[in-house]
């Protein structure tokens, strides 16, 4: 009888225990593990994903596509991919950086939303390194046929090589009277070294910004690229720090992590390249 009275006292301690659990699991999930690092992040790749969608420019024909993945930002003008990279992204300014270069000169892109009077919607602004300002309204949210367009456009396909010819678009693009081995500097922008002549080859090395290398000047050579421009390109040597392309990031860039063990050879987009090193600020 004296067992049969206890019972109550025990279902009641074992309940009492059951609850303090079931409490401290909830304390253990509460919303205090949360970093200030990981709540910032969190607000780039928020704002990344709202500029990622399909828009109209007011003054240029054509639509531009923004799409933002696996850290790498994508942007097409029409059918023509862009060669750009991330910059810095600031949530609280709603701005997003792309770092370019236009005409053999190194630009970046500031790219920021544009609310309408009652918050509801927004457009996107952009804004180039000459101040120009363009505004690009919605069309459309990244579809499945906006992706297996982006893959079609982007894939690789190395093109035929082109006649030598002097290529007279812009004075960086200019062929050298004392065609040689000269040294030239990259600019602020990590760059692709290639296995062949144009922006479609595959990408051997990713060489940081600021770089010394050598460019054989006699091999420069006229590329007809996807986006029918022609570019040119020359014949590379580097030794020194490098990535590969599986670990660039489109955020924070090239972080060497590797050495060369012998001079690495392959092709860069010449009007990219310096004849002397940026200034450093």
Request: aromatic letters at 4%.
């Amino acid at each position: 009888m004296k067992h049969l009275s206890n019972r109550p006292l025990r279902l009641a301690a074992a309940a009492a225990m059951v609850i303090s659990l079931l409490a401290a699991c909830d304390q253990s999930k509460s919303p205090s593990n949360t970093t200030p690092a990981s709540v910032a992040q969190d607000g780039k790749i928020t704002l990344l994903k709202d500029i990622s969608g399909v828009w109209t420019p007011t003054a240029t024909p054509g639509l531009t596509t923004i799409y933002y993945a696996d850290n790498r930002l994508q942007i097409l003008q029409g059918d023509a991919p862009l060669a750009v990279t991330l910059g810095d992204v600031d949530p609280a300014e709603e701005t997003v950086n792309v770092n370019t270069v236009a005409r053999g000169k190194e630009e970046i892109l500031t790219i920021r939303k544009k609310w309408n009077s009652d918050h509801t919607a927004y457009n996107l602004s952009m804004t180039g390194g000459d101040g120009y300002q363009e505004t690009l309204g919605f069309v459309r949210r990244i579809s499945n046929d906006d992706l297996n367009r982006i893959s079609r456009l982007t894939v690789a396909k190395t093109p035929a090589p082109q006649p030598l010819q002097p290529v007279e678009t812009s004075p960086a693009s200019i062929v050298p009277s004392d065609r040689g081995v000269i040294d030239m500097w990259l600019g602020g922008i990590d760059m692709n070294m290639r296995s062949c002549p144009g922006s479609t080859c595959a990408a051997v090395i990713i060489v940081p910004k600021d770089s010394k290398l050598n460019a054989d000047t006699s091999t420069i050579r006229n590329v007809t690229e996807s986006s029918g421009a022609n570019t040119p390109w020359v014949r590379v040597t580097y030794e020194g720090a490098y990535c590969t392309p599986a670990e660039l990031d489109q955020q924070t860039g090239c972080t060497p992590s590797h050495g060369t063990e012998a001079p690495v050879t392959g092709w860069m987009n010449y009007s990219r390249l310096l004849s002397a090193p940026r200034a450093q600020q």
